[in-house]
């Protein structure tokens, strides 16, 4: 008996559930017959009473309230189709910027890069977030990836890398040429100096430190760099061989060069990420007709956008955590650096090693001795090649010029010096007297010259570098040169055939001869 009225309850809740759900023009699944089935679910989020549960979307127990759902007839026979473009569009105000946002987007430029141009050149009055918004909705949204941050000091480390630069025309009606960009980031503020070149080398990359230390008013004490050549000449965790250029500039300022290791682009991660936003933002798309337009557009960029952005990790104003930063910056150095090249020499007989054709001495004992020689505009050092120990530094001569100082010159004469001048005596008394002069005014660096001598014999005979040898001594001037000038601009004394000599014999006395020896011939 109770159960019998249980069920006539039920039956009566669900048909009182199934007119009011035809009434709201939505189709009921038949009852389920009795048994061991169990009665189907209703539908998910859908639910009889307008004051209760969430509906499904689109779906609604009032038509004339809220939107039906896509492919849902209406009680008027009419299918409901899907909103329109425009009607999603209208709500952004972006909408009247979507040719240049797209077209921004062709080029391949972010959402930061196109807002700060339609702010720049169409008065966007929006702020980012509305742009970024837009542009998601365009290209779909990016799942960010984590990314490790590092804490330093004020003024303790900056990071330095090379990235790509924009096409630039090389000269006047030339072709475009691509670039190379120097970023440079402090480790504290993320204050950056971007600079444009057409290419690097060791002194470049030396170059480039030394003005980015000049733009920021001072320089950290450790900078962190790739593996480059440039700047490293054998990378090792432990204990680098940097570029000796390069080194000795980040000495003249009091910096410590830090390499990373290899493939570990994360602990420069810093300007790692300021080379790509600088790429991709300014960059991205741009042409230049010069380096130095390219330069100054890069300039004002930095100036306008770069540094008064709120930095996304510190939350707070580039140009002002630099402006708390730069009193904790190394001071920078009165003079600039002094730029040299380098290479390695090996010592000659003479003592003397040869840099651009003029002649430097070194203490007694490096004859055929590999050294290190770095010379600039004035000077000219030699060091030893595995100490850097400075050995000499002269100033820089003339093309064919000496620099010997007096405690470099040999104590005693060497025997092949000895003999040497012994064989200019034998040629000449005139060409041993100034060889003889030329070794004792200029030592060893004379040898050469007497060589030089001796071999004008070869070519002019001994007896005019004999004439030649006395008329240098005549006037003074006790010099190779001299002589070899003046057999070269005197005329050669044209030969010619003697009537008369006391070698030539007479006629008659070839006749005797002849007579004599044919009347010796038996008959």
């Known amino acids: ?15 009182t559930a199934g007119a009011y759900l035809k009434a709201a023009g939505i189709a009921v699944r038949p009852p389920a017959g009795w048994g061991r089935r169990a009665p189907a679910k209703p539908a998910n989020e859908v639910t009889t009473d307008s004051c209760g549960a969430k509906p499904v979307n689109g779906v609604t127990t009032d038509p004339s309230e809220a939107k039906p759902a896509i492919g849902v007839t209406t009680d008027f026979g009419q299918p409901i189709s899907p909103p329109t473009g425009n009607q999603e569009r209208a709500t952004s105000a972006c909408e009247p910027y979507r040719a240049l946002i797209e077209q921004g987007l062709g080029r391949g430029r972010n959402a930061m890069a196109i807002w700060q141009d339609l ?23 990016e799942s960010p990836q984590a990314v490790g941050i590092i804490l330093t000091p004020a003024g303790e480390e900056s990071q330095v890398d090379y990235g790509t630069g924009p096409m630039v025309r ?9 670039t190379r960009l120097f970023v440079l980031t402090l480790g504290c503020s993320r204050k950056s100096v971007r600079l444009l070149v057409w290419r690097s080398s060791a002194r470049v990359w030396a170059e480039l430190h030394e003005k980015a230390f000049r733009r920021l008013g001072g320089c950290t004490r450790v900078v962190i760099l790739d593996n480059l050549k440039e700047g490293v000449l054998l990378p090792d965790i432990y204990d680098p061989l940097l570029n000796p250029l390069f080194r000795d ?11 990373c290791r290899i493939k570990d682009p994360d602990r420069k991660g810093k300007v790692e990420s300021g080379v790509g ?47 708390e930063e730069k009193p904790h910056l190394l001071p920078l150095p009165l003079e600039p650096f002094r730029y040299y090249q380098y290479g390695e020499r090996v010592v000659h007989l003479d003592g ?29 050092r030699i060091l030893h090649p595995s100490t850097n120990q400075l050995l000499r530094e002269h100033l820089r001569q003339k093309r064919g010029g000496y620099r010997i100082r007096e405690e470099d010159h040999p104590k ?27 070794y004792q ?3 060893e660096t004379g040898i050469r010259r007497i060589l030089g001598v001796l071999s004008l014999i070869k070519k002019y005979g001994a007896a005019a570098v004999e004439d030649a040898c006395a008329t240098a001594l005549d006037i003074g001037v006790a010099e190779h040169r001299f002589v070899r000038r003046y057999l070269e601009r005197r005329p050669h004394p044209q030969m010619f055939l003697r009537q008369i000599d006391p070698l030539i014999r007479e006629l008659t006395e070839y006749r005797d001869f002849i007579n004599l020896k044919i009347k010796e011939q038996p008959e």
């Open 1 to 15: 008996m109770a159960l019998t009225a249980h069920r006539a309850s039920h039956g009566v809740r669900r048909e």
């Open 119 to 141: 702010v720049s050149d169409h008065g966007f009055p929006h702020g980012y977030q509305t742009v970024k918004r837009f542009v998601r909705k365009l290209r779909g949204s």
């Open 170 to 178: 090389e000269s006047p009606g030339g072709k475009y040429r691509r």
């Open 249 to 259: 500039v980040l000495a003249h300022y009091g910096v410590v060069a830090l390499p």
């Open 277 to 323: 936003h600088t790429q991709k933002t300014p960059l991205k798309g741009m042409r230049f007709e010069s380096l130095e337009e390219a330069q100054a557009y890069l300039d004002r960029w930095e100036e306008r956008w770069a540094d008064t952005r709120i930095h996304g990790t510190t939350k707070r104003q580039v140009a002002v955590m630099f402006s």
């Open 352 to 380: 003397c090693v040869e840099v651009e054709a003029a002649y430097y001495s070194l203490p007694p004992g490096w004859i055929g001795r590999p050294v290190k020689v770095q010379w600039d505009e004035l000077h000219v």
């Open 412 to 438: 005693k004469m060497p025997l092949s010096t000895a003999q040497l001048l012994r064989r200019a005596e034998h040629a000449g008394t005139q060409i041993g007297k100034l060889c003889q002069l030329i």
């Open 441 to 443: 005014r200029q030592a």
